[in-house]
Nanobody, 116 residues
């Protein structure tokens, strides 16, 4: 079955960095676009970034562009989100997402807290 397992969250000071990982299994990872979303306390789900399969083209939300970098390692079935210059407003639960055979799959999420 499809599984997505995020890791790498934690508490970091403003201006700091974190790298999130999402280990995928149960589907053809190398041919599937992967996405990161986040949900801040009391707010809705926000799309953060997408990396396509094949050419690995990427897209970012305006709020993270220039600070976050999405990447993938098809040999490890893992997608990453490198987050630099973190701000308090980046505080959220971060979720990995894949659409497999027209169905959405989500990981359990990893908490990122940016605070001094």
């Amino acid at each position: 079955q499809v599984q997505l397992v995020e890791s790498g969250g934690g508490l970091v000071q403003p201006g700091g960095s974190l790298r999130l990982s999402c280990a995928a299994s149960g589907f053809s990872f190398s041919t599937t676009a992967m996405r990161w979303y986040r949900q801040a306390p009391g707010k809705g789900l926000e799309w953060v970034s997408t990396i396509d399969s094949g050419d690995d083209s990427t897209n970012y939300a305006a709020s993270v562009k220039g600070r976050f970098t999405i990447s993938r390692d098809n040999a490890k079935n893992t997608v990453y989100l490198q987050m630099n210059s973190l701000k308090p407003e980046d505080t959220a639960a971060y979720y990995c997402n894949a659409v497999v055979r027209v169905r959405d799959y989500w990981g359990q999420g990893t908490q990122v807290t940016v605070s001094s």
